[in-house]
């Protein structure tokens, strides 16, 4: 009777080391990769709403400066002489804290007139965000690294052609806490579903397929019993 009880635990084990633990495994590694999955598509989504907010409201900002450098341009004054202009430039600039300066360029790249933290020098403007203000399809533009947003509006003549553009630069750093709140509760959901969801394949799996411990159960009596009969052959044969 030991024997055979110790048997039937042997064939469970079995089972449940060749089958239900390497499908439950299998299952896991699945899971993880499709929750990983979801946590970066939803890590890109917020990044990208959240690039879509600034973007807006620096659009306000560049459609607001164009109306009055619309109007500078009528009057024939030049643009580093206008003073409003400039003083426009400054206001804007100092309603949204986040933005490091504004800048006007013309076709050619050369900054026009330019409003920044720094007051005692200009601020470079990379050859990147140069090329993209002036070459872009859309009239509305943006490009982005990861320390800073530029954002902005061309500027056309009275004959449609593209005489310069507006350039906005907004500092991303201030939203590296927002970030790294967002990473940190994803991170948490992701673990709590994984954790919830494999324990719950575990318990499925391990009762779903409870059947085939019984067919190794059964194996292993009917392999015990052939060898039994086997020997007790081989000891009548002698």
């Given at each position: 009777?030991?024997?055979?009880?110790?048997?039937?635990?042997?064939?469970?084990?079995?089972?449940?080391?060749?089958?239900?633990?390497?499908?439950?495994?299998?299952?896991?590694?699945?899971?993880?990769?499709?929750?990983?999955?979801?946590?970066?598509?939803?890590?890109?989504?917020?990044?990208s709403l959240m690039s879509g907010v600034v973007?807006?409201?620096?659009?306000?900002?560049?459609?607001?400066?164009?109306?009055?450098?619309?109007?500078?341009?009528?009057?024939?004054?030049?643009?580093?002489?206008?003073?409003?202009?400039?003083?426009?430039?400054?206001?804007?600039?100092?309603?949204?804290?986040?933005?490091?300066?504004?800048?006007?360029?013309?076709?050619?790249?050369?900054?026009?007139?330019?409003?920044?933290?720094?007051?005692?020098?200009?601020?470079?403007?990379?050859?990147?965000?140069?090329?993209?203000?002036?070459?872009?399809?859309?009239?509305?533009?943006?490009?982005?690294?990861?320390?800073?947003?530029?954002?902005?509006?061309?500027?056309?003549?009275?004959?449609?052609?593209?005489?310069?553009?507006?350039?906005?630069?907004?500092?991303?750093?201030?939203?590296?806490?927002?970030?790294?709140?967002?990473?940190?509760?994803?991170?948490?959901?992701?673990?709590?579903?994984?954790?919830?969801?494999?324990?719950?394949?575990?318990?499925?799996?391990?009762?779903?397929?409870?059947?085939?411990?019984?067919?190794?159960?059964?194996?292993?009596?009917?392999?015990?019993?052939?060898?039994?009969?086997?020997?007790?052959?081989?000891?009548?044969?002698?």
């Open positions: 009777m030991g024997c055979t009880s110790s048997v039937v635990e042997v064939g469970k084990m079995r089972a449940f080391f060749e089958v239900h633990l390497r499908l439950v495994i299998t299952v896991w590694v699945i899971l993880l990769a499709v929750l990983g999955l979801l946590y970066l598509m939803n890590y890109m989504k917020f990044d973007s807006s409201k620096l659009d306000v900002i560049s459609s607001s400066l164009d109306t009055s450098i619309q109007r500078v341009d009528r009057l024939g004054i030049p643009y580093q002489s206008a003073e409003n202009l400039i003083e426009q430039f400054n206001l804007a600039r100092e309603r949204e804290s986040d933005v490091t300066s504004i800048s006007l360029i013309d076709n050619g790249g050369r900054i026009l007139v330019q409003t920044s933290e720094i007051a005692s020098s200009s601020n470079v403007i990379p050859e990147d965000v140069i090329r993209r203000a002036l070459t872009s399809n859309e009239p509305r533009w943006l490009y982005s690294d990861d320390t800073r947003l530029f954002s902005g509006l061309q500027i056309f003549g009275d004959f449609e052609n593209l005489t310069g553009s507006l350039v906005i630069e907004y500092d991303k750093t201030a939203l590296f806490g927002v970030y790294a709140l967002v990473r940190l509760h994803l991170l948490e959901a992701t673990v709590v579903i994984f954790l919830v969801t494999a324990l719950t394949v575990f318990f499925v799996v391990r009762i779903g397929f409870s059947d085939v411990a019984n067919v190794f159960k059964l194996i292993h009596n009917y392999s015990s019993g052939e060898k039994q009969l086997t020997e007790s052959r081989h000891r009548m044969g002698r």
